[in-house]
């Protein structure tokens, strides 16, 4: 039996209220705009959930799984390699109009594949904050069917 390994994110400060973050997170089909062209294939979107071939970890499928309005959004995962695993968003609100953000990331995995994974799992939370703090179209909301 894998026991579950849970990562956290450095905190992060987003320029935008919790509630433009918490109703841009909660359709999945906003996040289409940062995946680069060729990354992955097969890909699916809905306002719930999406999936993705990539690669050697095959399909990955991923629903949000828990609204807890504004301030928390759990997203449910499987991978071929890692199974089940969960990615959770907390914000909070920091005043003037700005947010404070932490992403757990929490999968059950061997300890070979928990050794391997831990440091390149740290760099992809703190990449994603990253990301977040430069993005500044919180308020944009998916435009299409």
């Not at 699916?44 to 309005?69: P, T």
């Not at 990615?87 to 005043?95: A, H, M, R, T, Y």
Request: proline share 4%; hydrophobic share 40%.
């Amino acid at each position: 039996m894998s026991a579950v390994s849970t990562y956290e994110s450095r905190p992060g400060i987003l320029h935008s209220p919790v509630e433009d973050i918490y109703d841009f997170v909660t359709d999945i089909r906003n996040f289409k705009q940062f995946i680069p062209a060729g990354s992955f294939s097969d890909i699916k979107v809905d306002r719930d959930s999406c999936s993705f071939s990539a690669g050697m970890l095959g399909e990955i499928s991923l629903k949000i799984s828990e609204k807890l309005n504004p301030g928390q959004v759990v997203f449910s995962g499987y991978a071929r390699q890692v199974n089940d695993f969960s990615i959770n968003l907390d914000l909070k609100e920091s005043g003037q109009g700005k947010s404070e953000v932490r992403v757990f990331l929490s999968a059950a995995m061997n300890p070979m594949l928990r050794m391997m994974a831990e440091e390149p799992l740290k760099q992809f939370l703190n990449k994603l904050i990253d990301e977040m703090e430069k993005f500044d179209g919180w308020k944009n909301r998916f435009q299409g069917k």
